[in-house]
């Protein structure tokens, strides 16, 4: 018998609760296989009583208000991205990676309800399929491609030995796709398994998606 996850914690607002038990509890179910009382009672309220539909019109404004929220969330990481592609990043690319993943992946645990929903009722739900992915993937990887792109091209003007068909001969956007993937894979994985990939640890995976990265952008460290 499963069990339902409970959000008691009185310092959160009724509708904070309510949100973070609605999507937990369709992640795992699929979107009918959970009712409006079920989503009400896990966070300690009596059921079938209205408690949820005086924050949210139904069970689907609920998914599209969560949906909502995390889009404004990527939009705010437009002033990390102009850090990560500036000369003080770029002067420290190891740290500067590693903390770009770390970021990345921070972001896609906060996103994990939101996939599994997509996963399990994209075809019900095309529109919120589509909206995720214009609204939240696709600018994932734009800022990807803006970040190493920035890279690329400092690398290039900072190493005169560096031969200019060598930098201008970098597919950015293929490579940011690629580098993004695998951390979209690596937590996707967790995810759904229970562990990550090969039982290489987040740790173990970041070494090599550093050293991975800097080896694909052509980018140097800098002497000390």
Known sequence: MRGNPTITDEDRPTRDRLLAAGMALIA??????????????????????????????????????????????????SDQVAWFASPEAVADPRSSLRLIARVALDELDREKHI????????????ELR?????????????????????????????????????????????????LLSALVHHRRHAWLLDKP???????????????VTMRALATQEVAS
């Open 130 to 178: 589509d909206r995720m992915r214009e609204a939240m993937v696709e600018p994932g990887f734009r800022y990807a491609e803006e970040i190493f792109g920035a890279w690329v091209r400092a690398t290039h003007d900072a190493d005169s030995s560096l031969e200019s068909d060598r930098a201008t001969g970098i597919d950015v956007a293929a490579v940011a796709t690629v």
């Open 197 to 211: 990939p090969h039982g290489v640890d987040t740790d173990r995976f970041l070494d090599a998606w550093v050293d």
């Open 28 to 77: 795992e179910r699929g979107f009918n296989g959970v009712t409006v009382g079920e989503i009400e009672a896990a966070v300690g309220l009596a059921p079938r009583r209205g408690a949820l539909y005086k924050h949210f019109p139904s069970k689907r404004a609920l998914v599209e208000e969560a949906m909502e929220e995390r889009i404004s969330g990527v939009a705010d990481l």
């Open 115 to 126: 996939n599994q929903i997509i996963e399990k009722d994209g075809r019900r739900f095309p």
